[in-house]
């Protein structure tokens, strides 16, 4: 707990403190959150008014995604996490949360894969009820993927101009469907965490009966 105590400014440490006091949480319970990290990285570094920010990728045993900005001041000659900014907008614009998602299984794991992910479907094959006629995709971006390289193809047919792919983003879009097999084919490139570029490409089928 203490070194994890010097890594703050005295005021932000003292802050913290009382947060916890008045909600009545032991502080170690921080510590069992954290071991549910299962990678993180640092993905940028800037400066944000008077401090230094690490944005900070944080990846969980349980498939999900959360994105921070950690910004740093210097206190007696250290660099100290600061708790200065934390109501400000610009800043926590950074923020942004993942949940677990299907991956398509179209690239490598932890890296390729992440260019393309679904909330829905959560599988790479989907039977709809009976009278249904559409299906809502609900597709996430991963936070380096080239857009201009983006396709979508639904039974052969481009319906790329349906989708509006942006790093770290996510939207909705609604599939009109034919009866019979129905083949969504989704594709963009991005970057690896070794730097180099890749393709994900992700095949998702509809059953319309």
Not at 78 to 100: F, Q, R, V
Not at 127 to 138: A, I, N, R
Not at 147 to 161: G, M, Y
Not at 185 to 198: I, P, Q
Request: hydrophobic share 30%.
């Amino acid at each position: 707990m203490e070194w994890c105590d010097e890594t703050m400014t005295k005021y932000s440490l003292d802050q913290y403190i009382e947060k916890f006091r008045e909600s009545g949480i032991d502080r170690k319970k921080v510590f069992e959150l954290a071991e549910n990290i299962k990678k993180s990285y640092i993905i940028d570094k800037f400066e944000f008014k008077n401090s230094t920010v690490l944005l900070v990728e944080d990846h969980t045993h349980h498939g999900s995604i959360i994105v921070m900005p950690l910004p740093f001041v210097k206190e007696d000659g250290l660099w100290k996490l600061t708790n200065k900014y934390a109501g400000d907008e610009e800043l926590n614009s950074y923020l942004y949360y993942i949940p677990p998602l299907f991956d398509g299984k179209g690239g490598r794991p932890m890296d390729v894969n992440t260019f393309l992910g679904y909330k829905n479907p959560n599988q790479a094959q989907t039977q709809l009820d009976l009278g249904e006629t559409s299906y809502t995709v609900h597709v996430y971006y991963g936070r380096t993927i080239d857009p201009s390289t983006f396709t979508a193809e639904l039974n052969r047919q481009d319906v790329s101009e349906w989708f509006s792919p942006q790093p770290f983003s996510n939207e909705e879009v609604e599939l009109p469907l034919q009866k019979g097999r129905n083949t969504l084919v989704l594709s963009v490139e991005g970057t690896r965490n070794d730097g180099k570029r890749a393709k994900d490409t992700d095949r998702l089928v509809f059953i319309v009966p």
